[in-house]
Protein backbone atom coordinates (compact mmCIF):
# COMPACT_ATOMS: atom_id res chain seq x y z
CA UNK A 1 0.00 0.00 0.00
CA UNK A 2 3.09 2.70 1.22
CA UNK A 3 4.55 1.71 -2.07
CA UNK A 4 1.71 2.24 -4.40
CA UNK A 5 1.19 5.83 -2.17
CA UNK A 6 4.99 6.15 -2.84
CA UNK A 7 4.74 5.70 -6.71
CA UNK A 8 1.57 8.04 -6.83
CA UNK A 9 3.22 10.69 -5.37
CA UNK A 10 6.48 10.15 -7.53
CA UNK A 11 3.99 10.67 -9.97
CA UNK A 12 2.70 14.09 -8.87
CA UNK A 13 6.42 15.59 -7.73
CA UNK A 14 7.99 17.45 -10.53
CA UNK A 15 11.12 15.88 -12.12
CA UNK A 16 13.44 18.51 -12.63
CA UNK A 17 15.53 19.37 -9.59
CA UNK A 18 14.45 22.63 -9.99
CA UNK A 19 10.94 22.52 -9.69
CA UNK A 20 11.74 20.05 -6.76
CA UNK A 21 14.02 22.62 -5.02
CA UNK A 22 11.04 25.07 -5.39
CA UNK A 23 8.46 23.18 -4.04
CA UNK A 24 10.54 22.35 -0.99
CA UNK A 25 11.10 26.45 -0.79
CA UNK A 26 7.42 27.62 -1.64
CA UNK A 27 5.40 24.56 -0.30
CA UNK A 28 6.60 25.22 3.97
CA UNK A 29 5.70 28.79 2.83
CA UNK A 30 2.66 28.04 1.43
CA UNK A 31 1.32 26.32 4.24
CA UNK A 32 2.45 28.59 7.08
CA UNK A 33 0.38 31.63 4.98
CA UNK A 34 -2.48 29.42 4.98
CA UNK A 35 -2.33 28.63 8.55
CA UNK A 36 -1.66 32.71 9.81
CA UNK A 37 -4.20 33.83 7.64
CA UNK A 38 -6.86 31.28 8.84
CA UNK A 39 -6.20 31.85 12.51
CA UNK A 40 -5.75 35.31 12.12
CA UNK A 41 -9.17 35.30 10.10
CA UNK A 42 -10.72 33.30 12.56
CA UNK A 43 -9.98 34.21 15.69
CA UNK A 44 -8.71 37.73 15.19
CA UNK A 45 -10.68 39.22 12.27
CA UNK A 46 -14.43 37.67 12.52
CA UNK A 47 -14.05 38.25 16.70
CA UNK A 48 -13.24 41.55 16.00
CA UNK A 49 -16.06 42.18 14.16
CA UNK A 50 -18.40 40.58 16.04
CA UNK A 51 -17.38 42.76 19.23
CA UNK A 52 -17.46 45.95 17.00
CA UNK A 53 -20.67 44.63 15.30
CA UNK A 54 -22.38 44.08 19.34
CA UNK A 55 -21.00 47.83 20.27
CA UNK A 56 -22.92 49.29 17.38
CA UNK A 57 -26.16 47.89 17.70
CA UNK A 58 -26.15 48.36 21.19
CA UNK A 59 -25.47 52.31 20.54
CA UNK A 60 -28.31 51.43 17.77
CA UNK A 61 -30.67 50.36 20.34
CA UNK A 62 -29.81 53.22 23.00
CA UNK A 63 -30.73 55.42 20.66
CA UNK A 64 -33.77 53.49 19.68
CA UNK A 65 -35.50 53.40 23.00
CA UNK A 66 -34.31 57.16 24.36
CA UNK A 67 -36.08 58.36 21.22
CA UNK A 68 -39.03 56.71 22.10
CA UNK A 69 -39.44 57.56 25.83
CA UNK A 70 -42.11 59.22 26.57
CA UNK A 71 -41.30 62.66 26.81
CA UNK A 72 -37.86 62.42 25.26
CA UNK A 73 -36.38 65.70 22.92
CA UNK A 74 -35.97 63.64 19.92
CA UNK A 75 -34.17 66.02 17.95
CA UNK A 76 -31.76 66.24 20.73
CA UNK A 77 -31.23 62.60 21.15
CA UNK A 78 -30.94 62.77 16.91
CA UNK A 79 -28.34 65.35 16.98
CA UNK A 80 -26.37 64.31 20.00
CA UNK A 81 -26.49 60.23 18.29
CA UNK A 82 -25.26 61.64 14.53
CA UNK A 83 -22.83 64.26 15.82
CA UNK A 84 -21.27 61.79 18.63
CA UNK A 85 -21.53 58.30 17.11
CA UNK A 86 -20.41 59.60 13.53
CA UNK A 87 -23.95 58.32 12.23
CA UNK A 88 -26.34 59.75 9.90
CA UNK A 89 -30.21 58.43 11.09
CA UNK A 90 -33.14 59.41 9.00
CA UNK A 91 -36.78 59.25 10.48
CA UNK A 92 -39.39 58.20 7.76
CA UNK A 93 -42.93 58.49 9.02
CA UNK A 94 -45.98 56.25 8.18
CA UNK A 95 -43.89 54.64 5.94
CA UNK A 96 -44.23 50.96 4.48
CA UNK A 97 -41.55 49.08 5.77
CA UNK A 98 -40.22 45.72 4.26
CA UNK A 99 -37.59 43.70 5.58
CA UNK A 100 -37.19 41.85 2.47
CA UNK A 101 -33.11 41.33 1.50
CA UNK A 102 -31.29 39.34 -0.32
CA UNK A 103 -29.31 37.49 2.92
CA UNK A 104 -25.75 36.70 1.99
CA UNK A 105 -25.07 34.03 3.67
CA UNK A 106 -20.94 34.37 3.00
CA UNK A 107 -20.88 37.59 4.32
CA UNK A 108 -19.24 37.44 7.89
CA UNK A 109 -20.56 40.72 8.16
CA UNK A 110 -24.02 40.27 7.10
CA UNK A 111 -23.41 37.55 9.75
CA UNK A 112 -22.68 38.89 12.51
CA UNK A 113 -24.92 42.13 12.21
CA UNK A 114 -28.06 39.89 11.59
CA UNK A 115 -27.35 37.96 14.16
CA UNK A 116 -26.83 40.71 16.71
CA UNK A 117 -30.24 42.45 15.10
CA UNK A 118 -32.52 39.51 15.74
CA UNK A 119 -30.98 39.13 19.65
CA UNK A 120 -32.09 42.72 20.22
CA UNK A 121 -35.63 41.69 18.53
CA UNK A 122 -35.08 44.51 16.23
CA UNK A 123 -37.05 44.55 13.04
CA UNK A 124 -34.57 45.49 10.22
CA UNK A 125 -33.17 45.56 6.81
CA UNK A 126 -29.81 46.28 5.85
CA UNK A 127 -27.38 46.52 2.75
CA UNK A 128 -23.71 46.16 3.69
CA UNK A 129 -22.94 46.81 -0.39
CA UNK A 130 -24.92 48.89 -1.56
CA UNK A 131 -22.08 51.79 -0.78
CA UNK A 132 -18.68 51.12 -0.77
CA UNK A 133 -17.77 53.17 2.84
CA UNK A 134 -21.04 52.88 4.17
CA UNK A 135 -23.59 50.43 5.64
CA UNK A 136 -27.32 51.32 4.91
CA UNK A 137 -29.53 49.59 7.70
CA UNK A 138 -33.38 50.23 8.54
CA UNK A 139 -35.13 49.44 11.78
CA UNK A 140 -38.83 49.32 11.88
CA UNK A 141 -40.12 51.71 14.65
CA UNK A 142 -44.16 50.97 14.77
CA UNK A 143 -45.74 52.30 11.57
CA UNK A 144 -42.26 53.95 11.03
CA UNK A 145 -38.81 53.70 10.81
CA UNK A 146 -35.11 54.61 10.92
CA UNK A 147 -32.94 54.57 7.96
CA UNK A 148 -28.79 55.01 9.35
CA UNK A 149 -25.66 55.20 6.91
CA UNK A 150 -23.09 53.93 8.83
CA UNK A 151 -19.59 54.07 8.05
CA UNK A 152 -18.13 50.52 7.16
CA UNK A 153 -15.48 50.77 9.67
CA UNK A 154 -17.36 50.81 12.70
CA UNK A 155 -18.90 47.13 11.90
CA UNK A 156 -15.32 45.90 10.46
CA UNK A 157 -11.32 46.18 10.93
CA UNK A 158 -10.00 46.99 7.64
CA UNK A 159 -6.69 45.84 8.35
CA UNK A 160 -7.43 42.62 6.50
CA UNK A 161 -6.48 43.49 3.44
CA UNK A 162 -3.39 45.10 4.66
CA UNK A 163 -2.57 41.94 6.67
CA UNK A 164 -3.34 39.59 3.53
CA UNK A 165 -0.78 41.94 1.28
CA UNK A 166 1.62 41.93 4.01
CA UNK A 167 1.71 38.32 4.50
CA UNK A 168 1.69 37.81 0.67
CA UNK A 169 4.40 40.33 -0.53
CA UNK A 170 7.15 38.60 1.24
CA UNK A 171 6.55 35.15 0.16
CA UNK A 172 6.37 36.26 -3.25
CA UNK A 173 9.50 38.02 -2.40
CA UNK A 174 10.99 34.59 -0.68
CA UNK A 175 9.71 32.73 -3.92
CA UNK A 176 11.23 35.10 -6.01
CA UNK A 177 14.58 34.98 -4.26
CA UNK A 178 14.85 30.86 -4.40
CA UNK A 179 13.94 30.80 -8.06
CA UNK A 180 17.35 33.17 -8.57
CA UNK A 181 19.35 30.78 -6.24
CA UNK A 182 17.49 27.52 -7.72
CA UNK A 183 18.35 28.97 -11.49
CA UNK A 184 21.79 29.92 -10.24
CA UNK A 185 22.51 26.21 -8.27
CA UNK A 186 21.38 24.04 -11.12
CA UNK A 187 22.59 25.65 -14.21
CA UNK A 188 26.28 23.92 -13.34
CA UNK A 189 24.45 20.39 -12.79
CA UNK A 190 22.89 21.30 -16.61
CA UNK A 191 25.87 21.98 -17.78
CA UNK A 192 27.56 18.84 -16.59
CA UNK A 193 24.67 16.95 -17.97
CA UNK A 194 25.16 18.46 -21.11
CA UNK A 195 28.55 17.84 -21.36
CA UNK A 196 28.80 14.53 -20.28
CA UNK A 197 26.05 13.79 -23.06
CA UNK A 198 28.10 15.34 -25.74
CA UNK A 199 31.26 13.63 -24.54
CA UNK A 200 29.21 10.15 -24.50
CA UNK A 201 28.11 10.98 -27.84
CA UNK A 202 31.77 11.82 -29.11
CA UNK A 203 31.16 15.16 -30.02
CA UNK A 204 34.54 17.77 -29.85
CA UNK A 205 33.41 19.47 -26.22
CA UNK A 206 35.87 22.52 -24.92
CA UNK A 207 37.90 22.38 -21.79
CA UNK A 208 34.83 22.10 -19.33
CA UNK A 209 34.73 24.61 -16.39
CA UNK A 210 33.25 23.45 -12.97
CA UNK A 211 31.21 25.59 -11.80
CA UNK A 212 28.44 26.05 -8.29
CA UNK A 213 28.39 24.29 -5.03
CA UNK A 214 31.47 22.45 -4.10
CA UNK A 215 30.29 19.15 -4.81
CA UNK A 216 28.72 19.82 -8.15
CA UNK A 217 32.16 21.66 -8.77
CA UNK A 218 33.53 18.01 -7.24
CA UNK A 219 31.75 16.33 -9.63
CA UNK A 220 32.65 18.68 -12.72
CA UNK A 221 36.79 18.10 -11.46
CA UNK A 222 36.58 14.70 -11.39
CA UNK A 223 34.21 14.68 -15.02
CA UNK A 224 37.26 16.98 -16.42
CA UNK A 225 39.61 14.49 -15.05
CA UNK A 226 38.41 11.46 -16.42
CA UNK A 227 37.56 12.93 -20.13
CA UNK A 228 41.02 13.65 -20.46
CA UNK A 229 42.23 10.14 -19.53
CA UNK A 230 40.06 9.03 -21.61
CA UNK A 231 41.10 11.34 -24.48
CA UNK A 232 44.74 11.12 -24.22
CA UNK A 233 43.81 7.38 -23.80
CA UNK A 234 42.24 7.48 -26.97
CA UNK A 235 44.74 9.20 -28.49
CA UNK A 236 47.86 7.27 -27.39
CA UNK A 237 45.92 3.77 -28.67
CA UNK A 238 45.18 5.39 -32.27
CA UNK A 239 48.54 7.09 -32.47
CA UNK A 240 51.14 3.99 -31.21
CA UNK A 241 48.48 1.74 -34.23
CA UNK A 242 48.90 4.41 -36.72
CA UNK A 243 52.54 5.05 -36.40
CA UNK A 244 53.09 0.72 -36.32
CA UNK A 245 51.21 0.81 -40.11
CA UNK A 246 52.81 3.56 -41.20
CA UNK A 247 56.55 2.12 -39.88
CA UNK A 248 55.11 -1.17 -41.54
CA UNK A 249 54.86 0.48 -44.78
CA UNK A 250 58.61 1.10 -45.77
CA UNK A 251 60.04 -2.54 -45.11
CA UNK A 252 56.54 -3.88 -46.90
CA UNK A 253 57.85 -1.75 -50.23
CA UNK A 254 61.22 -2.91 -49.42
CA UNK A 255 60.16 -6.93 -49.12
CA UNK A 256 58.47 -5.82 -52.50
CA UNK A 257 61.59 -4.55 -54.27
CA UNK A 258 62.97 -7.71 -53.25
CA UNK A 259 60.80 -9.74 -54.58
CA UNK A 260 61.93 -9.08 -57.95
CA UNK A 261 65.19 -10.29 -57.30
CA UNK A 262 63.95 -13.66 -57.03
CA UNK A 263 63.62 -16.09 -59.96
CA UNK A 264 60.94 -18.88 -58.34
CA UNK A 265 57.45 -16.86 -60.68
CA UNK A 266 55.14 -19.21 -58.28
CA UNK A 267 57.11 -17.93 -54.96
CA UNK A 268 56.74 -14.63 -56.03
CA UNK A 269 53.08 -14.44 -57.09
CA UNK A 270 52.53 -15.75 -53.42
CA UNK A 271 54.48 -13.37 -51.70
CA UNK A 272 53.42 -10.39 -53.12
CA UNK A 273 49.43 -11.60 -52.91
CA UNK A 274 50.42 -11.69 -49.56
CA UNK A 275 52.43 -8.40 -49.27
CA UNK A 276 49.45 -6.67 -51.43
CA UNK A 277 46.92 -8.16 -48.96
CA UNK A 278 49.15 -6.55 -45.77
CA UNK A 279 49.27 -3.29 -47.43
CA UNK A 280 45.71 -2.60 -48.30
CA UNK A 281 45.00 -3.45 -43.88
CA UNK A 282 48.02 -0.90 -43.42
CA UNK A 283 46.52 1.74 -46.10
CA UNK A 284 42.75 1.00 -44.76
CA UNK A 285 43.63 1.40 -41.26
CA UNK A 286 45.11 4.43 -41.65
CA UNK A 287 42.63 6.04 -43.71
CA UNK A 288 40.37 5.07 -41.33
CA UNK A 289 42.66 6.79 -38.39
CA UNK A 290 42.93 10.09 -40.15
CA UNK A 291 39.56 10.37 -41.33
CA UNK A 292 38.09 9.70 -38.04
CA UNK A 293 40.15 12.41 -36.06
CA UNK A 294 39.52 15.18 -38.51
CA UNK A 295 36.13 15.27 -38.82
CA UNK A 296 33.96 17.78 -36.82
CA UNK A 297 29.92 17.38 -36.47
CA UNK A 298 27.39 18.05 -38.37
CA UNK A 299 23.94 18.09 -38.73
CA UNK A 300 22.47 16.08 -41.43
CA UNK A 301 19.55 14.35 -42.85
CA UNK A 302 20.20 10.15 -42.33
CA UNK A 303 17.15 8.88 -45.13
CA UNK A 304 18.83 11.45 -47.77
CA UNK A 305 22.60 9.51 -46.60
CA UNK A 306 21.03 6.15 -46.87
CA UNK A 307 19.68 6.74 -50.18
CA UNK A 308 23.38 8.34 -51.45
CA UNK A 309 24.84 5.25 -49.99
CA UNK A 310 22.59 2.78 -51.95
CA UNK A 311 22.93 4.53 -54.74
CA UNK A 312 26.45 3.73 -55.32
CA UNK A 313 25.34 -0.52 -54.82
CA UNK A 314 23.28 -2.44 -56.87
CA UNK A 315 19.98 -0.86 -56.69
CA UNK A 316 17.56 -3.95 -57.87
CA UNK A 317 18.86 -5.82 -54.30
CA UNK A 318 17.90 -3.06 -51.79
CA UNK A 319 15.02 -1.91 -50.54
CA UNK A 320 15.02 0.81 -48.37
CA UNK A 321 11.97 2.02 -46.54
CA UNK A 322 12.19 5.30 -45.16
CA UNK A 323 11.08 7.51 -42.42
CA UNK A 324 9.63 10.87 -41.58
CA UNK A 325 12.57 13.67 -42.06
CA UNK A 326 14.91 12.63 -39.34
CA UNK A 327 17.89 15.19 -38.75
CA UNK A 328 20.68 14.40 -36.93
CA UNK A 329 24.42 15.79 -35.42
CA UNK A 330 27.07 13.48 -36.27
CA UNK A 331 30.04 12.65 -37.97
CA UNK A 332 28.33 13.13 -41.23
CA UNK A 333 31.43 10.92 -43.30
CA UNK A 334 31.86 8.57 -40.38
CA UNK A 335 28.24 7.30 -40.62
CA UNK A 336 28.21 6.98 -44.31
CA UNK A 337 31.35 4.98 -44.02
CA UNK A 338 29.56 2.95 -41.29
CA UNK A 339 27.00 2.14 -43.66
CA UNK A 340 28.69 1.70 -46.35
CA UNK A 341 30.61 -1.28 -44.99
CA UNK A 342 27.72 -2.76 -43.66
CA UNK A 343 25.50 -2.68 -46.82
CA UNK A 344 28.85 -3.66 -48.49
CA UNK A 345 29.31 -6.77 -46.47
CA UNK A 346 25.82 -7.49 -46.90
CA UNK A 347 25.73 -7.20 -50.99
CA UNK A 348 28.57 -9.87 -50.43
CA UNK A 349 26.84 -12.46 -49.17
CA UNK A 350 23.49 -11.98 -49.94
CA UNK A 351 21.21 -10.95 -53.04
CA UNK A 352 18.55 -9.22 -51.29
CA UNK A 353 18.82 -6.60 -49.13
CA UNK A 354 16.32 -4.28 -46.36
CA UNK A 355 16.88 -1.27 -45.00
CA UNK A 356 14.64 0.34 -41.98
CA UNK A 357 14.87 3.32 -40.26
CA UNK A 358 12.86 4.19 -37.14
CA UNK A 359 12.93 7.24 -35.10
CA UNK A 360 11.93 7.03 -31.15
CA UNK A 361 11.62 9.26 -28.43
CA UNK A 362 15.40 9.72 -28.35
CA UNK A 363 17.14 7.96 -30.67
CA UNK A 364 17.05 6.46 -34.18
CA UNK A 365 17.43 3.00 -34.93
CA UNK A 366 18.27 1.73 -38.83
CA UNK A 367 17.90 -2.39 -39.42
CA UNK A 368 19.89 -3.88 -42.28
CA UNK A 369 19.03 -7.35 -42.81
CA UNK A 370 19.92 -9.34 -45.51
CA UNK A 371 19.26 -13.02 -46.86
CA UNK A 372 22.68 -14.47 -47.03
CA UNK A 373 24.69 -17.03 -44.83
CA UNK A 374 24.18 -15.11 -41.74
CA UNK A 375 26.73 -15.33 -38.82
CA UNK A 376 26.39 -17.61 -36.08
CA UNK A 377 25.87 -16.89 -32.75
CA UNK A 378 29.35 -17.79 -31.30
CA UNK A 379 31.06 -15.56 -34.39
CA UNK A 380 28.72 -12.73 -33.19
CA UNK A 381 30.99 -10.76 -30.93
CA UNK A 382 34.66 -11.89 -32.81
CA UNK A 383 33.34 -10.21 -36.18
CA UNK A 384 33.49 -7.05 -34.36
CA UNK A 385 37.20 -7.52 -33.58
CA UNK A 386 40.10 -6.25 -35.82
CA UNK A 387 40.93 -8.11 -39.15
CA UNK A 388 38.89 -10.96 -37.92
CA UNK A 389 37.18 -12.83 -41.30
CA UNK A 390 35.17 -16.01 -40.08
CA UNK A 391 36.37 -18.13 -42.55
CA UNK A 392 38.83 -17.45 -45.24
CA UNK A 393 36.54 -19.35 -48.20
CA UNK A 394 33.79 -16.99 -47.03
CA UNK A 395 35.29 -13.37 -48.03
CA UNK A 396 38.20 -14.75 -50.45
CA UNK A 397 35.87 -13.69 -53.51
CA UNK A 398 37.18 -9.73 -53.00
CA UNK A 399 40.14 -9.29 -51.18
CA UNK A 400 38.89 -8.30 -47.78
CA UNK A 401 40.35 -6.77 -44.85
CA UNK A 402 38.29 -8.11 -41.94
CA UNK A 403 38.27 -4.54 -41.04
CA UNK A 404 34.95 -3.30 -42.02
CA UNK A 405 32.60 -4.44 -38.89
CA UNK A 406 34.64 -3.06 -36.21
CA UNK A 407 35.28 0.04 -37.77
CA UNK A 408 31.78 0.56 -37.97
CA UNK A 409 31.08 -0.71 -34.25
CA UNK A 410 33.52 2.24 -33.20
CA UNK A 411 31.91 5.02 -35.52
CA UNK A 412 29.02 3.82 -33.43
CA UNK A 413 30.06 3.47 -30.42
CA UNK A 414 32.00 7.05 -30.87
CA UNK A 415 28.60 8.66 -31.25
CA UNK A 416 26.89 7.07 -28.09
CA UNK A 417 25.24 4.37 -29.94
CA UNK A 418 25.07 0.72 -29.88
CA UNK A 419 25.70 -1.96 -32.81
CA UNK A 420 24.24 -5.42 -32.86
CA UNK A 421 24.16 -8.63 -34.94
CA UNK A 422 21.00 -10.90 -34.81
CA UNK A 423 18.61 -13.46 -37.24
CA UNK A 424 16.93 -11.89 -40.03
CA UNK A 425 13.35 -12.35 -40.78
CA UNK A 426 15.07 -12.70 -44.73
CA UNK A 427 16.91 -15.63 -43.47
CA UNK A 428 20.82 -13.80 -43.16
CA UNK A 429 21.75 -11.30 -40.73
CA UNK A 430 20.19 -8.24 -39.03
CA UNK A 431 22.12 -5.50 -37.87
CA UNK A 432 20.61 -3.43 -35.30
CA UNK A 433 21.98 -0.10 -34.89
CA UNK A 434 20.88 2.55 -32.36
CA UNK A 435 21.90 5.76 -32.24
CA UNK A 436 21.00 8.54 -29.82
CA UNK A 437 20.36 12.44 -30.64
N1 LIG B 1 26.07 -9.69 -43.89
C1 LIG B 1 26.90 -10.69 -43.58
N2 LIG B 1 26.53 -11.97 -43.78
C2 LIG B 1 27.34 -12.98 -43.44
N3 LIG B 1 28.56 -12.82 -42.92
C3 LIG B 1 28.99 -11.58 -42.71
C4 LIG B 1 28.19 -10.45 -43.02
N4 LIG B 1 28.89 -9.35 -42.70
C5 LIG B 1 30.07 -9.75 -42.23
N5 LIG B 1 30.15 -11.08 -42.21
C6 LIG B 1 31.28 -11.89 -41.75
O1 LIG B 1 31.98 -11.15 -40.78
C7 LIG B 1 33.35 -11.03 -41.10
C8 LIG B 1 33.87 -9.71 -40.69
O2 LIG B 1 33.28 -8.68 -41.47
P1 LIG B 1 34.09 -7.36 -41.73
O3 LIG B 1 33.22 -6.42 -42.48
O4 LIG B 1 34.66 -6.91 -40.47
O5 LIG B 1 35.29 -7.83 -42.65
P2 LIG B 1 35.34 -8.10 -44.19
O6 LIG B 1 34.08 -7.74 -44.83
O7 LIG B 1 35.80 -9.51 -44.32
O8 LIG B 1 36.51 -7.14 -44.63
P3 LIG B 1 36.42 -5.58 -44.96
O9 LIG B 1 35.07 -5.15 -44.62
O10 LIG B 1 37.46 -4.99 -44.08
O11 LIG B 1 36.75 -5.48 -46.38
C9 LIG B 1 33.42 -11.23 -42.58
O12 LIG B 1 34.63 -11.83 -42.92
C10 LIG B 1 32.27 -12.16 -42.89
O13 LIG B 1 32.65 -13.49 -42.83
MG1 LIG C 1 33.25 -5.85 -44.60
Request: glycine share 4%; aromatic share 10%; charged share 25%.
Amino acid sequence: MFYGLSKFLKQLLPKQLFYRGLLIVALPIIILQITISIVFFDSLWIKTNIGMTRALVGEIKTFIDSYNKNGADKIFVENTFEEHLDIDVVYFQNKKFSNFMNEKWYSPIDRSLRRELKSKNLEYWFDTSKFKNTVNLKIKNESDYFEFFIPRERLTSTSVRIFALWITLPAILIVAIAIIFLKNQTRPIKKLAEASKKFGRGENISEFIPSGASEIRQAGYEFEKMRKRILRHLNQRSEMLSGISHDLRTPLTRMKLQLALINDKNLVDRFSSDIDEMEKMLNEYLQFSSEINKEQNENFEFNELIEKIISKFNNNIIEFNKSENLFFVGRKLSIQRCLTNLIENSSKFSNKIEINIQKLKSNILIFIDDNGPGIPIHERENVFKPFYKIDKSRSEKSSSVGLGLSISSDIIRSHGGKIELGDSKLGGLKVIISLPF
